[in-house]
């Protein structure tokens, strides 16, 4: 029997299910395949990923960050809350942001305890399937909106760090955590 999504634990396992990538990995940089059909299989994946995500005290997690190149991304910005239900979303696509450009503090699991600002709307309208392949679209804002363009940048395999403007600040952290400046693709202002 398979999990469902409502009953995925949010409790830390020592051994999560899957391995997270990070900066330097060329899994991160592949851009990522629409899923055609939804089966079990894809189901199991986005619960795997919750549970990794939950593990490594994550609030998004795309899938090209454990190696595989489809479009599903799974976040929950309330892993605290136990009765909270996480998302998944299948080949998620940004039909338009909006509000003001704010800035943010970010950080990914695929570069730990890396955390600096990027700008971004404040707003997004998403569109996407669900685990039982319905469409979907969301228009959110604040943290979830933030969450969300950052795990579909994965999908495009862009990393939240290419997105950083102070570029010499970026440096020194990446370093101080074993990272390198190379690794960064940085994308146009
Ligand atoms: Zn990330």
Do not use: W
Not at 65 to 86: C, E, L
Not at 87 to 94: F, L, T
Not at 160 to 178: H, I, M, P, T, Y
């Amino acid at each position: 029997m398979i999990t469902t999504l409502a009953t995925v634990s949010k409790e830390k396992l020592k051994s999560p299910p899957l391995k997270v990538h990070t900066l330097g990995d060329r899994d991160l940089r592949q851009p990522a395949k629409r899923v055609s059909k939804i089966t079990d299989e894809i189901r199991q994946l986005a619960i795997d990923m919750l549970k990794t995500m939950y593990s490594c005290d994550g609030i998004g997690l795309a899938a090209p960050q454990v190696g595989i190149a489809k479009q599903i991304i799974v976040i929950d910005i309330h892993p605290d809350q136990p009765d909270a239900a996480p998302m998944v979303m299948i080949n998620p696509e940004v039909k338009a942001t909006g509000g003001s450009l704010v800035n943010g503090e970010e950080g990914c699991l695929s570069i730990p305890n890396v955390f600096m600002d990027v700008v971004r709307p404040n707003e997004v309208t998403v569109s996407y399937r669900d685990l039982e392949g319905k469409p979907q679209k969301l228009t959110t804002s604040d943290l979830l909106a933030r969450v969300i363009l950052h795990e579909v940048d994965h999908l495009n395999g862009v990393v939240f760090v290419d997105r950083v403007k102070n570029q010499a600040a970026l440096g020194q952290e990446l370093s101080k955590r074993g990272f390198k400046i190379k690794d960064v693709q940085p994308l146009p202002a």
